[in-house]
């Protein structure tokens, strides 16, 4: 393999340039508000094809992530070891196993959801809680109390980011979790997988309001100097760049397990349930490196701003024509107004269709171009690409919007027509008829590839399923209740058994509460940690 070159990192605003991987995972977010990017996409090693073909997810997850991570920054076998720690809390012995769902359509699903906490978020969760781990402990080598270097994650979530983010940070040293979820509005099963995690370095607040007040007290805190000079605030939504990272392992690993498929005719596609376009990302990344896929399927829920964009040659805008804002829908963890890595995807592309002569003018142009539509998008509500930019998407997008109906819908035709029979540890289905059970998100991407591959025929489509159903009961039962061999206690894991009962902690913020509330409670449970630790 190519020995890696120096790999650098910048804002897409513009604001920084050439950071190193480590500053670009503890900072989160760039300061000047955008997201950072390598400078350059690495391609694969000449004959990665038979080379990576039949290695295990760490193997492939080591060889990718070399490719972005210098080895004078972390050296192999310490990346390896990371890599190792952070799957070895999966449950499936493949870690992201693919599943035939429909042998006739070519059609398989890309199980994620066998982590810690039964989403897809942990792929990328474990391995950045690894990562924090390894960079505080060198930081911290040979220092005492006030002097180690303490890190304050807060981040806010609608459900499944809270839960992986906890679980990947849990009992790790010189780091304090804060999650923020809306009071009542996370299910039981999410809520309790948060709260029950006593580790001293938990730490949960509810929130009365909505996801998005959550979110807006998180900003606030990034943006105060008087928080910031006291705490070293890391951010661990799907912004950070390692997340994106990690995720890219499974497009390869899926890809390799299709060519080894019998209706496999060399032409494939991804199909993605998308919310804040941080998973499609990876897939694009993989795409771009050298992975052979034809298009990458968006698909969305009602929340459809991705799919406006398709519809509409290159608009994207908060609003639809009836100007309604997050609507609630069966697939909550895609409820989004706005895909924040979409900013990532309009960088290269911008930089991609520049005329500028040489890389540097490109880059440059593409940061001002990114500047100028972020602003326009928080002042006007929107903004639209250049032509050029929009076809560069469209060679390798499609969209599909999935509505809640459909999504419905779906759960209940697989139930009844899909009975893979290479199910694996911890797939979900009816023992009696061996019906398989999707998740409301995963839906969306069979419905979605079900499209696609009317258009497409012949060509396998890997559909990515995100979450276990057992998360989302609810729609899981309004699709499938009555249905014959259905019952849902037989599809909640043995882990979800119990949960809601046993002890939990959580720090209600009071209502009316402002963002300087919140502020003075994270204080006050960072000090009393450390107090508890001296
Ligand atoms: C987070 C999440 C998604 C959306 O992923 P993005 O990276 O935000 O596009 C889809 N499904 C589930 C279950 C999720 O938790």
């Known amino acids: 393999m190519s020995p890696t070159l120096s790999q650098r990192f910048l804002s897409t605003r513009g604001g920084s340039y050439g950071l190193s991987f480590e500053e ?193 007290f998180v900003k606030a805190l990034f943006a105060d100097p008087d928080m910031n000079s006291t705490h070293n605030l890391a951010a661990i939504n799907s912004i950070n760049f390692a997340r994106i990272l990690a995720q890219i392992t499974y497009y390869f690993y899926s890809y390799l397990a299709l060519t080894k498929t019998p209706g496999y005719n060399n032409k494939m596609r991804f199909v993605v349930p998308s919310g804040n376009f941080g998973d499609i990302l990876a897939g694009w990344f993989a795409k771009r490196m050298g992975l052979p896929a034809e298009k990458l399927v968006i698909a969305t829920n009602e929340n459809d701003i991705l799919d406006r964009f398709f519809r509409t040659g290159g608009t994207y805008s908060k609003s639809d024509s009836k100007g309604a804002g997050v609507k609630e829908t069966h697939s909550p963890a895609m409820d989004i107004l706005v895909s924040s890595n979409f900013e990532r995807l309009l960088w290269f592309l911008a930089y991609q269709t520049s005329e500028a002569s040489t890389a540097d003018e490109r880059r440059k142009q593409a940061c001002d171009n990114v500047s100028n539509w972020l602003n326009q998008l928080k002042t006007e509500g929107g903004f639209s690409v250049p032509p050029a930019l929009f076809q560069a998407a469209q060679a390798e997008f499609e969209s599909e919007r999935v509505s809640n109906d459909e999504t419905i819908a779906q759960i209940r035709s697989t139930y009844q027509s899909c009975f893979p029979s290479n199910l694996g540890p911890g797939s979900a289905k009816s023992s009696k008829t061996g019906g398989y059970i999707l998740d409301p998100h995963s839906a969306i991407g069979v419905a979605a590839s079900l499209r696609s591959i009317e258009r497409n025929s012949g060509v396998s489509h890997i559909s990515l399923s995100t979450a276990h159903p057992a998360k989302f009961a609810s729609a899981v039962d309004l699709a499938l209740r009555g249905q014959d061999g259905y019952d849902f206690t037989e599809v909640l894991p043995q882990e979800f058994i119990g949960l809601e009962d046993r002890e939990s902690r959580v720090t209600a913020v009071g209502p009316g509460a402002g963002w300087e509330q919140v502020r003075e409670i994270v204080k006050a449970e960072v000090e009393q940690e450390l107090e508890g630790k001296r």
């Open 24 to 216: 670009v995972v503890l900072k989160g977010l760039a300061s000047d508000g955008g997201l950072f990017i390598p400078e350059e996409i690495p391609t694969l090693p000449a004959g990665w094809e038979s080379e990576w073909r039949d290695l295990s997810f760490e193997e492939l997850a080591f060889r990718i992530m070399s490719l972005y991570i210098s080895e004078s920054e972390i050296p192999s076998t310490d990346l390896k070891d990371i890599i190792k720690r952070s799957y070895a809390t999966f449950r499936h012995p493949e870690r992201t196993p693919i599943v035939e769902l429909d042998a006739k359509r070519n059609l398989y699903l890309l199980e994620l959801f066998h982590g810690p906490t039964f989403a897809f978020k942990d792929v990328a969760l474990q391995n950045l809680g690894n990562l924090f781990e390894y960079f505080l402990v060198r930081k911290n080598q040979g220092k005492e109390g006030k002097d180690r270097h303490h890190l304050t994650v807060v981040g806010a979530t609608s459900g499944d980011t809270g839960s992986a983010a906890i679980y990947g940070l849990r009992g790790k040293k010189d780091v304090s979790v804060f999650i923020l979820f809306p009071k009542g509005k996370v299910s039981p099963i999410q809520q309790a997988q948060m709260t029950t995690i006593l580790d001293a370095n938990v730490h949960n607040l509810t929130v009365e309001g909505t996801f998005d007040d959550c979110q807006d």
